[in-house]
């Protein structure tokens, strides 16, 4: 099976700071990829599907890249908002779909 | 506006059977794929089934084969998770969803099912 590792785990930083969280697969996946975002309470909302294709009414400071085995999800300046816990999927090896364990995304 | 509501998740002993249930509105049920996902502390995001637009292709997560049965009703719009043999594993918010991995997919609320003696 297909296992998806996230760096890191947690991180904390300030509002209007750029950031990268990292996805990778355990064997290639294409662009079949997805990443979400998940805040206390709620469920995941989608941002970006096919690795890069972000879904509708996503803001453009979220942007995700990467092929194969290593994938990135970026927000390009951090907004209070933006603090929750984000998840990367895959579907490459549809019917089976697997989630990363997440980053949660903290104030620093 | 596209709507998922789940229903269903009670507090159960191990070995015994649920049914969740999962009403959809707001879109055409019966064009879409549906999944069934939850999620719990120590498992994480799991995937655990989904069926296809009219019912004749299903699919599992290997650790609920043979116990878990997804179904649908499209004249209902509805959704459904027969769980039999549940074991303190199964315990977690299970969501429906449609579409899942694409740009269009949604989620309902999660119900909560908790194995417990």
């Known amino acids: 099976a297909i296992q998806l590792t996230q760096t890191p785990s947690s991180l904390s930083a300030s509002v209007g700071d750029r950031v990268t969280i990292t996805c990778r697969a355990s064997?290639?996946?294409?662009?079949?990829l997805a990443w979400y975002q998940q805040k206390p309470g709620k469920a995941p909302k989608v941002l970006i599907s096919?690795?890069?294709n972000l879904a509708s009414g996503v803001p453009s400071r979220f942007s995700g890249t990467g092929s194969g085995t290593d994938f990135t999800l970026t927000i390009s300046s951090l907004q209070p908002e933006d603090f929750a816990t984000y998840f990367c999927?895959?579907?490459?090896?549809?019917?089976?779909?697997?989630f990363g364990p997440g980053t949660k995304v903290e104030i620093k | 506006e596209e709507q998922l509501v789940e229903s269903g998740g009670v507090v159960v002993q191990p070995g015994g059977s649920l049914r969740l249930s999962c009403a959809a509105s707001?879109?055409?049920?019966?064009?879409?794929?549906m999944h069934w996902v939850r999620q719990s502390p120590g498992r994480g995001l799991e995937w655990v089934s989904l069926?296809?637009?009219?019912?004749?292709?299903?699919h599992y997560e290997d650790s609920v084969k043979g116990r878990f049965t997804i179904s649908r009703d499209n004249t209902k719009n509805s959704l459904y998770l027969q769980m039999s043999s549940l074991t303190t594993e199964d315990t977690g918010l299970y969501y429906c969803?449609?579409?899942?991995?694409?740009?269009?997919?949604?989620w309902g609320q999660g119900t909560l099912v908790t194995v417990s003696s």
């Open positions: 969803v449609k579409d899942l991995g694409t740009t269009g997919d949604s």
């Open positions: 096919d690795a890069s």
């Open positions: 064997q290639g996946i294409a662009s079949a």
């Open positions: 707001g879109f055409a049920f019966d064009e879409y794929t």
């Open positions: 069926i296809n637009w009219d019912g004749s292709t299903t």
């Open positions: 999927q895959q579907f490459h090896s549809y019917p089976l779909f697997t």
